[in-house]
């Protein structure tokens, strides 16, 4: 594998640019790699390569895409730890992490594998003597699989494994950002054997291939990952030539504690939750509401933690131990998670963590956890996007399901409570895609991921996620 040059993919063959750019290791800010830089042409073409492979592809039967997504699996586990080193090295993250990641996207190839052969569809009894009327599901087309750069191998891997398991072709464009263990992921799938054209990617400029690929006659349909602001542009866009959008957007997670939950655990689960990469994931718990009699206790273990974490590259190569907490992606990323930071100390939030310097070399961000933040301030309303967090209190439940709702963002939520009752009815009353009833970790391959109101629309993964590329059609046959 090729895992310093990120080329495109276009009808079975790779190839760079003219153009490339560098891809740092935000650890250290060391040049690790090159990604082919490539125009609106370069787009056209692989949605051209997509478009010639779909009748074949969508023609073959469910039990062959099925064997190719399970050899894909293997071949992606065997390639874990190359791939696990790539992607610590360019997104910054913890190598246990990106080890993870790595793992979690050879579980929704696993996934789909099998519920290729579950594409079902309906056969209704007839009303009408000498008639049969039947409902079948088909491919939709060629698709769009547009990746951000905080878990560029496993979104990445959980829409092409519903897309080619619904029997579609594909072209993919992943962000500059980090785009090299991404890029390993499509060589997993061309070297498991899947046909010319059917996986193609591109990379370049995001608006003019993004554009370009959206204006092509045959894709029918977009999948998305990234800000909520991105996704409208992309929903738009898409609206012209009515292709279906698949939008998994931006989050405000409310971490909900009542004065009942085993505080030990809310604690190790709000680190959790908050700092898994350090802080930057869509589902990330962003603000702490928690009940007024435990407020004051939790803030403080959880400060503790916060402060005692160790912060350093994700992948350290001198065999010194892995540390709790890496860098963000980029400087610009430091710097606009300060901003929140700062304007809530302005807004007379108070400091709870002790610990403000990082170390130096990299875009590293201590940890900071504030109370007493005004509910206008923009480290609650706003995703924050790393290592940083506020505490507002709440009184008792109604006032718990107010503040949770009290956003245009719903992706995830999260819930700690002992109350079987709460556990139960809560997540009912939350306008949350996910809910995490004591736990911070609820995404898995073969449950619906995806969120309410301007956090985007349709289901990732599970018997849903295939669906979101597949089209339905009735038949009505009379002999």
Same mark, same amino acid.
């Given at each position: ?39 609106? @042409? ?194 738009? @866009? ?151 967090a506020g505490i507002v209190t709440f009184s008792d439940e109604e006032d718990a ?51 309410m109101k301007q956090s985007g629309l349709g289901r990732e993964g599970a018997d ?16």
């Amino acid at each position: 594998m090729n895992l310093k040059e990120a080329q495109h993919l276009v009808n079975g063959t790779w190839y760079g640019s003219d153009e490339t750019k560098d891809v740092i290791d935000p650890g250290n800010g060391a040049v690790i790699g090159q990604v082919a830089w490539g125009s609106a @042409q370069d787009a056209e073409a692989a949605a051209d390569a997509a478009a010639a492979a779909f009748p074949a592809w969508s023609s073959t039967t469910a039990r062959e895409r099925g064997d190719l997504l399970r050899k894909a699996a293997d071949l992606l586990a065997e390639r874990r730890d190359e791939l696990a080193f790539v992607l610590a090295m360019e997104a910054g993250k913890r190598l246990p992490e990106a080890q993870g990641e790595v793992d979690f996207s050879v579980e929704y190839f696993r996934w789909f594998a099998e519920e290729a052969r579950r594409a079902t569809g309906t056969i209704r009894p007839p009303e009408l003597h000498g008639r049969r009327h039947m409902s079948v599901r088909r491919p939709i087309g060629v698709v769009l699989s547009l990746t951000p750069w905080n878990f560029p191998v496993s979104i990445q891997a959980r829409k092409l494994a519903a897309i080619l398991a619904a029997g579609c072709t594909v072209v993919g464009r992943v962000s500059e950002k980090a785009p090299l263990a991404a890029t390993g992921l499509f060589e997993v799938l061309t070297d498991a054997g899947f046909p010319a054209g059917v996986v193609n990617l591109v990379h370049g400029p995001s608006r003019a291939t993004t554009a370009a690929l959206l204006q092509h006659p045959a894709v029918r349909a977009v999948s998305f990952t990234g800000s909520t602001g991105v996704g409208s542009q992309i929903m738009g @866009q898409a609206a012209g030539r009515i292709i279906r959008p698949l939008l998994e957007l931006g989050g405000n997670a409310p971490f909900i504690v009542f004065d009942d939950a085993d505080l030990d655990l809310a604690v190790e689960g709000a680190v959790l939750g908050r700092l898994r990469n350090s802080g930057q994931s869509c589902v990330a718990a962003n603000r702490f509401l928690v009940q007024q009699g435990v407020a004051e206790e939790f803030a403080k273990r959880l400060g503790e933690r916060f402060d005692a974490l160790t912060i350093g590259h994700g992948a350290p190569g001198d065999g010194s131990p892995v540390p709790d907490l890496g860098p963000l992606i980029d400087d610009e990323r430091v710097s606009a998670v300060q901003a929140l930071v700062d304007d809530a100390l302005n807004r007379g939030a108070r400091r709870v963590t002790h610990r403000t310097e990082a170390p130096t070399g990299g875009s590293f961000l201590a940890p900071t956890l504030l109370t007493d933040v005004p509910a206008d301030a923009p480290l609650v309303t706003e995703e924050v996007f790393g290592p940083a967090a506020g505490i507002v209190t709440f009184s008792d439940e109604e006032d718990a399901i107010r503040k949770a709702n009290a956003t245009e963002m719903g992706l995830a939520a999260y819930v700690w409570t002992k109350s079987a009752r709460r556990g139960w009815e809560l997540p009912g009353r939350i306008e949350a895609g996910i809910v995490g009833v004591n736990d911070p970790l609820p995404s898995v391959a073969f449950a619906p991921m995806g969120g309410m109101k301007q956090s985007g629309l349709g289901r990732e993964g599970a018997d849903l996620g295939m669906e979101e590329f597949e089209e339905i059609q009735y038949v009505a046959w009379k002999p």
